[in-house]
DNA sequence: TGGTATATGCCGACGGTCGGTATATGCTGC
DNA sequence: GCAGCATATACCGACCGTCGGCATATACCA
């Protein structure tokens, strides 16, 4: 799973949001590092729905503009369960090959 | 950065491995899940070498075999840790959500 | 002699993201 | 009044990285 899928799916774990509300979320969970385009945002939904890790909640007017409202299926929540199991394992693994690395040659500036 | 590229990084972060290694250690750090093609990993090291991230460190001929060594530059230790965390906060925020989520719906099989 | 493992590398295909554009409305500032 | 920006959905071509297959070559085992 790429990270843009992973930030959506995590946006709506939180709650049921409509796209650009995505948007915004993803943007603020990132610290402002990724900003999604709305190409990779619609493409992603149509795509997460026709997975069935998402589907759509409800569907507003406001302010004659629509709101279409998405949410996380069972499935879709079990997938971002997974894969955020992975991105710990690998961030562990990672992080332990480093830690590594500087105690055999960081002090020494070899 | 993609999963491959992180997985190739944090194969070199271990100590200096020749791309065949390189897919063998993969394989093993994800428990087999990942199992990177030739294609893949050959693309990926010579992007990464013209990026800088990693270096060619020495070249042997075992049993009439070429095998390059690749090695992890400082840029490359760093994009790494810079990932790493970025991983772990990501999966934090994540983590987080489904609690809650499990929290308020979980219990109640609503 | 054929199959598998080791080892590097090229190639076309494909999927997902990027960047731009279209459409439409409301708000703000000049 | 109107330009510019934010909101909101959606399509499109371009691009990049990965996939999957193939080529090459050697060693080992059945």
Redesign the interface.
């Known amino acids: 799973m790429?990270?843009p899928t992973?930030?959506i799916?995590?946006a709506l774990?939180?709650e049921s949001r409509h796209g650009y509300a995505v948007i915004e979320d993803v943007e603020q969970?990132?610290g402002g590092r990724v900003r999604l385009r709305a190409g990779t945002l619609y493409a992603a939904l149509d795509r997460l729905r026709g997975e069935g890790l998402i589907e759509v909640d409800r569907e507003e007017v406001v302010q004659s503009r629509l709101r279409r409202y998405y949410r996380?299926t069972g499935a879709g929540?079990q997938s971002?369960?997974t894969?955020?199991d992975r991105?710990?394992a690998?961030?562990t693994?990672?992080?332990g090959?480093?830690r590594?690395?500087r105690t055999n040659f960081g002090g020494a500036t070899a």
Do not use: V
């Open positions: 790429n990270e992973f930030l799916l995590t774990a939180g969970m990132t996380l929540e971002l369960q894969e955020t991105l710990r690998q961030a693994i990672a992080e090959r480093l590594a690395r």
